[in-house]
């Protein structure tokens, strides 16, 4: 029962990180990033390695 439990939070867990992946491309179209959780705490975001983001 309890390996049960286990294999569901795993699924569950991995169903909401697949959920919550993105890619975003610069105004100039010349660069873009991919994030997992969220945009705003990517590392490419947070270096300003691609400068402002295109309108989603």
């Known amino acids: 029962m309890k390996k049960i ?3 569901t939070a795993l699924i569950a867990a991995v169903a909401t990180l697949s959920a919550c992946t993105g ?8 660069c873009s990033y991919d994030y997992l959780l969220h ?3 990517s590392i490419s975001k ?4 691609c400068g402002p983001a295109a309108a989603q």
Do not use: D
Not at 23 to 30: D, G, I, R, T
Not at 46 to 49: L, R, Y
């Open 5 to 7: 439990i286990k294999i």
């Open 46 to 49: 947070i270096v300003g390695g």
């Open 23 to 30: 890619h975003v491309q610069n105004k100039a179209n010349n």
């Open 39 to 41: 945009p705003a705490i």
